[in-house]
């Protein structure tokens, strides 16, 4: 007995979406990332105008000053979509998570003196507040943004800060044995230490910005410009020399996060700013204004922090942040 196999060869009838071959110019294999964002949020046949702003609609380009002729002239250049974005930020929370279980353990916490202990709850427990607000900023964002490249991209973003602001909690509870009293006394200074009211009033003037990308360029380029070197780098240093090192392991993913998110900040900067000189002056502007009040915020904490250090370290941040909008074609 014989069996003869043959093989069929189906070929597809399309490759991707009719949207999609538009864009790629011809009706060719597309990637998940090009399938799941290109010309997803919907342009027409909408029911109704928002309740809440009936002069708008639903998705609305007259909510920015920003103008492009094209909303998905930028990607994202980490490629993620939903799926990605989980898988990524899984694995990096599961490395954080084995810092935490082992530093746990082993009691490494009992290695940092007293003193910066205490520092540790003055200079980084507040900033889950902080953390609070950039969640809502980048959220409103994702809300008004024009265009599924952008507002997933925020969203992304908006979810990641309710993590750092969890991992920011976890260390206060190691640092007062799970009692949650440093976390109420970080409440209490956020809300009435006067280190923290140039940053608190800052954070909520920036609530009510209406533009939202100037509250994307405030949030993401300017503040957190200034939040991860401060923190995450020159706190962190500061910090080796106090028997800081189980910090600088939980620190990593902030560390990280913070390169993450330069990559798609810095390049939806140039593409917009390229798009034209009104676009450039514009996220120029914000820049300026926002960095300003950014390092002033922040000035008394470093300094506090840092003592005589505190000025060169604002200064070099400062400096980076310019060079970011330089590359990106904004001028500070």
């Known amino acids: 007995m014989s069996l003869e196999i043959k093989t069929n060869v189906i070929q597809p009838r399309r490759h991707t979406y009719d949207h999609i071959a538009k864009r790629l110019g011809a009706d060719k294999p597309a990637t998940r990332y090009q399938e799941g964002t290109w010309d997803l ?6 029911h109704y105008r928002p309740t809440w702003d009936p002069s708008r609609e639903i998705y609305d380009k007259s909510l920015t000053a920003i103008e492009m002729e094209d909303w998905y002239s930028f990607n994202d250049p ?33 290695l940092m003196n007293d003193e910066w202990q205490q520092k540790i709850k003055e200079f980084l427990l507040p900033m889950r507040h ?80 209406e533009d939202w990308f100037e509250l994307l360029v405030a949030q993401n380029l300017s503040m957190d410009g200034v939040v991860f070197p401060l923190f995450y780098q020159y706190f962190d240093e500061a910090g080796q020399q106090n028997g800081g090192a189980p910090m600088s392991m939980l620190n990593e993913f902030m560390q990280d996060w913070g390169k993450d998110e330069k990559r798609w900040l810095d390049h939806l900067l140039k593409v917009t700013a390229a798009e034209s000189p009104e676009n450039a002056a514009l996220l120029s502007k914000w820049a300026s204004v926002w960095t300003d009040r950014a390092i002033e915020a922040f000035t008394p904490i470093a300094k506090h ?21 330089q590359k990106s074609g904004i001028e500070i």
């Open 41 to 46: 949020q919907p342009t027409t046949n909408f």
């Open 78 to 110: 980490r490629q993620l979509y939903y799926g990605t974005y989980t898988m990524a930020r899984h694995k990096m929370m599961e490395a954080e998570e084995n810092h935490f279980k082992f530093i746990g353990k082993s009691n490494m916490f009992g």
């Open 130 to 209: 902080y953390e609070w607000g950039a969640n809502m900023n980048n959220c409103d964002c994702s809300d008004k943004a024009y265009g599924t490249a952008i507002s997933q991209v925020a969203l992304f973003a908006a979810m990641d800060r309710l993590g750092i602001a969890q991992i920011i909690s976890r260390v206060g509870l190691l640092l007062d044995d799970s009692t949650g009293k440093s976390l109420d006394q970080a409440k209490v200074d956020w809300m009435e230490n006067d280190l923290w009211q140039g940053v608190r009033r800052m954070v909520e003037d920036s609530f009510v910005v």
């Open 305 to 325: 922090v840092l003592g005589d250090g505190a000025n060169e370290a604002m200064t070099s941040i400062r400096t980076e942040i310019t060079k970011r909008a």
